[in-house]
Each structure stands twice: as C-alpha cells, then as structure tokens.
T-cell receptor, first 114, second 111 residues
Framework: DGGITQSPKYLFRKEGQNVTLSCEQN?????MYWYRQDPGQGLRLIYY???????QKGDIAEGYSVSREKKESFPLTVTSAQKNPTAFYLC?????????????FGDGTRLSIL | GENVEQHPSTLSVQEGDSAVIKCTYS??????FPWYKQELGKGPQLIID?????GEKKDQRIAVTLNKTAKHFSLHITETQPEDSAVYFC??????????FGKGTRLHILP
C-alpha cells in the first residue's frame, strides 16, 4: 500500500544533542513537508520541498534543518539550537498541481526532552 | 499571507445530532479548501475537500459549504456517531502547494 512512513514513533533528545526524524513516501509525490504540532495549536510549517535537491523555509525553520537527496525521503534534523523541541512532528507529501492537492500525512514522531 | 480562523475550538454534541465547524480565510486568491480528521496519536487524514468553483459538496454524512464572497467555509456532520470523536482541521490553499491550517476543533460525541 502506498503511504508515508515516519520513524521513530517516539524519540528522546538530550540537551545539546541533534536528532534526525525520518520520513519516507512511496506515493511518487514531488512535494514533501514537515510540520510541528503543539497542544491546542494548528500545524505550523517548518520546511518544505517541491523537488529533489531543493527546499524552502516555512514559518518556524529556526533550529531545524532538512535535506532532499531522494524523491522518496525528506529527513528532518532537530538541532541543539532548537530550545523547545518537545512536540509532535508530522511529515506530509502531495502531488504538485496548479489547482491545489490534498496533503497525505504520516502518523508522526513525538519528540521529548530527557 | 493567508490566515485561517476556525471555530469553535471545542464542540460537544449528543450522538445522533449534527455538528458544524466554521472557518474563515483572509486570502481571496485561495481556491482549495480541505478538511482533515486527526485521531489520537495519528496523522491528519483528508475527509472531504472543496474547490472555489463549487458551493457545496457532500459525501454520505459529511458536507462542506463554501461562501467565497464572505470568505468562509463550514463542515457539517449529520447523525453523529462515537467514531466521529476526533480533532478536525480546516485549511486553505492558493494552489501553490502550501496549505494554511486552522487551529483545530476537538469534537466530542456524547452517548
């Protein structure tokens, strides 16, 4: 079945440590996204990529980094510069199109601080 | 940029009654409006969407209406069931691959 796989489901970070969240899709979608979700908040865009080897900052990119070396993969690194990383992280993908396309989401990674 | 306001933040309805969630958007160029349902510990799932050339769309117990002049759109769930309990998000897009989400509505279906 086609879909988006995020791993791990739970992740713990120590102070000063970088951690990387995995996102893989087999939907042959061009565009991929990372969102952060905090309790009672909507989804806030961290980074997005519309094509391989290219990506753009979203609304809250500080303290995060991404890469897009393959169409299927869009890993997110939460760096030590992100002082409040505890949140639920969601990856999504969409087929590109001029008239808007629905985003398909993975089941998220919950990141906590040790 | 686009801003999407969603109300109410929490909604409780008796099983079998109807639920309505309302959203407004600010960018008149927005032309695509999806609705997502998120269950606990899961990612959001698309339940229905509407484009700006349509005023209403229905899929079984779920319907969405769009008023372009007023820049608001609504989700209607009829004959609510326990499995409808979840968080619902509205969103708006100009078709440039970025989607702006509302802050969500937590829907409780009471027995």
């Amino acid at each position: 079945d086609g879909g988006i796989t995020q791993s791990p489901k739970y992740l713990f970070r120590k102070e000063g440590q970088n951690v990387t969240l995995s996102c893989e899709q087999n939907l042959n979608h061009d565009a991929m996204y990372w969102y952060r979700q905090d309790p009672g908040q909507g989804l806030r865009l961290i980074y997005y990529s519309q094509i391989v080897n290219d990506f753009q900052k979203g609304d809250i990119a500080e303290g995060y980094s991404v890469s897009r070396e393959k169409k299927e993969s869009f890993p997110l690194t939460v760096t030590s510069a992100q002082k409040n990383p505890t949140a639920f992280y969601l990856c999504a993908s969409t087929a590109t199109g001029a008239t808007g396309q629905p985003q398909h989401f993975g089941d998220g990674t919950r990141l906590s601080i040790l | 940029g686009e801003n999407v306001e969603q109300h109410p933040s929490t909604l409780s309805v008796q099983e079998g009654d109807s639920a309505v969630i309302k959203c407004t958007y600010s960018d008149s160029a927005s032309n695509y409006f999806p609705w997502y349902k998120q269950e606990l510990g899961k990612g959001p799932q698309l339940i229905i969407d509407i484009r700006s050339n349509v005023g209403e769309k229905k899929d079984q117990r779920i319907a969405v209406t769009l008023n372009k002049t007023a820049k608001h759109f609504s989700l209607h769930i009829t004959e609510t069931q326990p499995e409808d309990s979840a968080v619902y998000f509205c969103a708006a897009s100009r078709g440039d691959d970025k989607i702006i989400f509302g802050k969500g509505t937590r829907l409780h279906i009471l027995p």
